[in-house]
């Protein structure tokens, strides 16, 4: 009797877990669907080769936007991984030193931030003293919305590594900043690379840091130092425009990020099981 009474609370608690997948999953592909069937229509040679029509015109493309959003989102990468690593590394491999503390709780802090303050503070400190808008001040704020992510990302991987590694190059000599070069960081380098995808993904599809920053731009541009656009800024552009033709480009660049941040993710579970 009792077992079958854990056969039944087995099957309904198996039941439980597969209609709370089945929820979170149901609005997600209804999401899914809906832009893509509202945007693949959008997606064309002229989308992916040409700049923006004028406003109320058909026709044009999310050139500008494509190129700005890999220029900006890979050095928000260049920037905010090197801090990130660097601030995971001495959290991890160094836990007596006194900066562990504040560190740790500056990475918490910049975590649980709203994307916008990172624009506004990008704001602030870059473009205020730049005297105008630019790519390199979004890269800022993007960085500084991936550092927390990356910091913990690396700080987890390289707790996971078996002490005895960094003993065995200790015991050759080897003096501890070259043991985490040489040895710890090579071995976590899966874990370090989908901590950086994932940290890309997540700054990707942000349009509010740059509103304050990068501020846009619809001729094609690759200087750092000048307004530039990228997707989550168009697609908040033309979205609230009243242009039926812009709003299905809104769509189509919908799709495309979306696109994006699936490969990204692919590609860090890829990194994971190697």
């Not at 493309?61 to 900006?72: H, K, N, R, S």
Request: proline share 8%.
């Amino acid at each position: 009797m009792n077992l079958r009474r854990r056969y039944l609370r087995d099957r309904i608690m198996v039941a439980f877990v597969y209609l709370g997948t089945l929820v979170v999953l149901l609005p997600l592909g209804f999401i899914l669907v809906h832009v893509f069937l509202s945007g693949v229509g959008a997606l064309n040679w002229d989308f992916f080769t040409k700049p923006p029509a004028p406003p109320g015109e058909p026709g044009g493309g999310m050139l500008p936007a494509i190129v700005g959003t890999f220029v900006i989102d890979l050095m928000a990468l260049a920037m905010g991984g090197a801090l990130g690593l660097g601030g995971g590394v001495l959290m991890a491999e160094y836990p007596e030193h006194p900066l562990n503390r504040p560190l740790r709780l500056v990475a918490n802090v910049l975590g649980g931030v709203p994307a916008i303050l990172m624009g506004l503070f990008a704001f602030v400190v870059v473009v205020l003293p730049m005297g105008g808008f630019s790519a390199f001040s979004g890269s800022v704020a993007l960085a500084v919305l991936m550092i927390p992510i990356i910091m913990r990302a690396t700080e987890e991987v390289l707790r996971m590594l078996p002490w005895e590694l960094r003993e065995a190059g200790l015991a050759l000599g080897l003096p501890r900043w070259r043991v985490t070069l040489s040895l710890v960081l090579p071995a976590a380098k899966g874990g370090i690379v989908t901590g950086l995808l994932l940290a890309l993904a997540r700054a990707a599809g942000e349009a509010a840091p740059l509103l304050f920053t990068a501020f846009g731009n619809s001729f094609l541009s690759f200087d750092p130092l000048g307004p530039m656009d990228s997707l989550p800024l168009k697609i908040y552009v033309y979205a609230i425009s009243p242009y039926e033709d812009w709003i299905r480009q809104a769509w189509g660049a919908a799709l495309l990020l979306v696109l994006l941040l699936m490969v990204t993710n692919y590609l860090a579970r890829r990194a994971v099981r190697r």
